[in-house]
């Protein structure tokens, strides 16, 4: 018979070992996703790039504390797999060497490498989950068959994307292709199409940025039937098409797949967005930010291959659009569109065309317009389209064919695109009851089309607030698509509602050379001159 004494030890031993279970007495460790679960766990960092006074060294090492703070942290424990955002980390000044993903290398306490590498893979190591980071690297040149010219210091300096494993292994490296800028990154020669298995069954590709916006290497990872994508980025949002989540989700929903998007935080040059994204099914979560944070973002991941498995979504606080407007925001170039005004009338039902040469969008309105003052502020609206090029702040130059409805806060062409400011105070006049867009887009393989929108707070309409169609057209002498677009729940906050397309010709249909497969680095990379400007050691 065991006395009072023994039971009460023996319940101590339970309660001991049922806690042993939890972090910190309070969070249940649970056990990584597998092969048969419909879902897994993902977590993807906003994190403030806000400049400091810091050396390159110290703010390295400030910024690396903090990432290895994240992946510790019980806040990240459930996640299988954490993302970080791009340019967040390190710099030219404290570049790193990458193992070989061939090699299967884990870094760990290898002083071949800097802090920035071996120490994440020590804390993927200890956490037991994958983790991507984005770093600036540095490689030894020539690398294998590259016979492009070297810097005189013999180094490469790329903008890579580095994966680790449970074990802390690198996994994979994806070296930017489509590069912003970069002044003193290379790319390679041809884009890498890079992607890693995880043992809970996911196979991820992975890319970087302004890699979103052409075909190679993103659109091909989708082609060999990649269904879920690691996106880090440092994206400087523009209206009416390309703020951060709004072509976040465009893009995950065109193609159906899961998209883990994480981005560096400074508003007051338009970086921020950062989300999880479930293809049709839209985002799980998602925020744009005002002001500079860090923080980390969780979720369930329904995998594309259990296309009923349940979905939860997390709404985020958003900012008003007084706050919103801190965040600054470039304007595309709409100049050259053709549109025509919504008439200011109340209670309408409108049905018209725009046609930008022989490309036409057909709109349906149903809308309804508030008594204004004169005195007060409000915004108008424009119908539009548009097939022709542009360039993206002279780093690329890319073709875009578009039906829009888009905000203009004056009379003036030149406020389209352009919001109130923080101060200004303003009606919403015009709800939107339902709209219908509908424009015929070539079938092929150079064009990608994606329904985009967004409100005056900067984050993107949920799908359930939209229906998008694609049907093939018929009789015509090359193969095009019908594609209709609606907006089905009234609105009073839209910015933008429209259907947008990048069309990766190498000329556009106006003359302008454009590069969407191909960066001008590599058109003219045999050419010492072009090559050696662009290295600055």
């Known amino acids: 018979m065991m006395g009072t004494d023994g039971v009460r030890k023996n319940l101590f031993c339970i309660l001991m070992l049922l806690l042993c279970g939890f972090n910190g007495f309070g969070h249940w460790v649970k056990a990584a996703s597998s092969p048969s679960d419909p879902h897994y766990w993902a977590g993807v960092v906003e994190f403030s790039s806000a400049p400091t006074n810091e050396t390159a060294e110290a703010s390295t090492a400030r910024r690396l504390a903090e990432y290895l703070s994240i992946i510790a942290s019980s806040a990240a424990i459930d996640t299988d797999v954490l993302v970080f955002p791009e340019s967040t980390l390190n710099s030219h000044a404290t570049a790193s060497f990458v193992p070989n993903p061939a090699d299967k290398i884990a870094p760990c306490n290898n002083l071949q490498y800097e802090p920035v590498v071996r120490d994440v893979s020590c804390a993927a190591r200890n956490a037991k989950k994958y983790v991507l980071i984005n770093l600036t690297e540095k490689a030894r040149c020539p690398e ?270 030149t406020d389209c695109s352009q919001r109130f400011g923080e101060a200004a105070q303003y009606e919403e006049a015009v709800t939107f009851n339902a709209i219908t867009i509908v424009a015929k887009f070539p079938d092929r393989w150079d064009t990608f089309v994606l329904p985009n929108n967004v409100d005056t707070s900067i984050v993107p309409l949920d799908v359930s607030e939209t229906e ?38 190498p000329i556009s249909s106006d003359g302008v050379s454009l590069f969407g497969t191909v960066s001008p680095l590599v058109l003219i990379g045999a050419i010492w001159s072009v090559v050696a400007s662009s290295w600055r050691f």
């Open 144 to 413: 294998g068959s590259d016979t492009r010219p070297c810097a005189p210091n013999g180094l490469y300096h790329f903008n890579t994307n580095v994966a680790f494993d449970r074990n802390g292994i690198v996994v994979s490296r994806y070296r930017k292709f489509n590069l912003f800028g970069e002044a003193g990154t290379n790319t390679t020669v041809y884009p890498e199409i890079v992607s890693f298995e995880t043992d809970f069954g996911v196979r991820f590709g992975h890319f970087i940025c302004f890699d979103l916006m052409f075909n190679e290497p993103a659109l091909e990872l989708v082609n060999v039937g990649i269904t879920d994508f690691i996106f880090p980025t440092m994206w400087f949002s523009e209206l009416p098409f390309l703020t951060a989540a709004q072509i976040q989700q465009g893009w995950a929903f065109s193609n159906n797949v899961n998209l883990l998007a994480a981005g560096a935080s400074f508003p007051p040059i338009g970086s921020t967005g950062t989300g999880i994204y479930s293809g049709r099914r839209g985002a799980i979560t998602t925020a744009m930010h005002h002001e500079a944070q860090t923080k980390l973002y969780v979720a369930r991941v329904p995998k594309i291959q259990f296309p009923d498995a349940t979905i939860t979504k997390i709404p985020q606080p958003t900012g008003t659009p007084s706050q919103m407007a801190k965040l600054f925001l470039k304007r595309d170039q709409i100049d050259k569109y053709v549109t025509k005004d919504l008439p200011w009338s109340s209670n309408t039902q409108l049905i018209d065309s725009v046609c930008y040469g022989s490309f036409c969008c057909n709109f349906t309105i149903n809308y309804t317009v508030k008594q204004v003052l004169a005195n007060q502020n409000y915004y108008r609206y424009k119908l539009a389209a548009y097939d022709a090029g542009r360039t993206f702040d002279g780093f690329a130059n890319g073709h875009i064919t578009t039906c829009a409805i888009f905000a203009c806060s004056s009379a003036n062409y």
């Open 468 to 505: 998008y169609s694609v049907v093939p057209s018929t009789g015509d002498s090359k193969p095009h698509n019908i594609i209709t677009y609606k907006l089905i729940n009234p609105r009073s906050n839209l910015f933008t509602f429209a259907i947008w397309s990048r069309v990766f010709d």
